[in-house]
């Protein structure tokens, strides 16, 4: 602690960095959950539209996505010790992420009240319907 009262730039880099990660997770992360399908949890097996209609655009669509997914379970972990939501940010980058037994982790996670009553209540502010188990 006395390092960084004796290095005040570090501080305040760290303060804005700090500043700039709880602000984007509070809109991105609403904005993300507003994005999810209300059914997407319904089916025991997805299928993707994207890969059916158009298999060109699957590998790039597939790269960005499990990047976005890497770059906010990064984002959430530092969260966990700076000011955000640091869990919900994990849960949101395991979700864009794809990797063996997906779906089932995501399902246990959202079956959980507490998640999932999250999850609706950030729904039904922006307008969108409730999640279904």
Do not use: A
Not at 15 to 36: K, P, R
Not at 42 to 51: C, G, M, N, Q
């Amino acid at each position: 602690f006395s390092y960084f009262l004796q290095n005040n730039q570090i501080f305040l880099y760290i303060s804005g960095l700090s500043t700039i990660f709880f602000l984007l997770s509070l809109l991105g992360l609403s904005w993300l959950i507003s994005i999810i399908p209300h059914n997407y949890f319904v089916d025991k097996k997805r299928v993707s539209l994207i890969k059916m209609k158009n298999p060109l655009m699957w590998l790039p669509i597939i790269i960005i996505k499990n990047s976005i997914g890497l770059v906010l379970i990064l984002c959430g972990i530092l969260m966990l010790i700076l000011p955000g939501q640091g869990v919900l940010t994990i849960i949101t980058g395991l979700i864009f992420l794809d990797y063996p037994g997906k779906f089932r982790f995501e399902r246990s996670l959202v079956r959980n009240k507490l998640i999932l009553n999250s999850m609706n209540w950030i729904r039904r502010k922006l307008d969108k319907s409730d999640l279904i188990i």
